[in-house]
């Protein structure tokens, strides 16, 4: 019961739910790689559109501290007066994560000015 109440009140003031499969695929990666992911999810998906379909998959690019690209694919339930729910993270190569781009099914960071 005590943590059901914890995890409704995380849900309430991230405005977001994490499936059990997620975090598996999360804590698979190396640990800076699933942090750098995380972060970028976290910084992103307010900004990301309510669209009228039950599920949607973007595409995500983060840069390793080296300057290596690092490309993945996440799978989020979100609905209009509802919580998301963040449902599957995988690496993908860039090519895919290309075709995605081309989609539009892609997370958009807004521009950095300067």
Do not use: W
Request: aromatic share 10%; net charge negative; proline share 2%.
């Amino acid at each position: 019961m005590k943590n059901t109440e914890s995890r409704q009140r995380f849900i309430e003031a991230k405005g977001y739910d994490v499936e059990d499969y997620f975090m598996d695929n999360l804590s698979e990666m190396n640990l800076y790689t699933s942090l750098k992911i995380a972060t970028f999810i976290e910084k992103n998906l307010q900004s990301i559109q309510v669209t009228k379909l039950r599920s949607v998959v973007l595409g995500g690019c983060i840069v390793h501290t080296i300057g290596e690209p690092i490309t993945f694919v996440i799978e989020m339930v979100r609905k209009q007066n509802y919580y998301t729910t963040l449902t599957d993270v995988q690496l993908i190569d860039m090519d895919e994560y290309l075709d995605l781009m081309l989609l539009d099914c892609y997370i958009k960071t807004p521009k950095k000015l300067g």
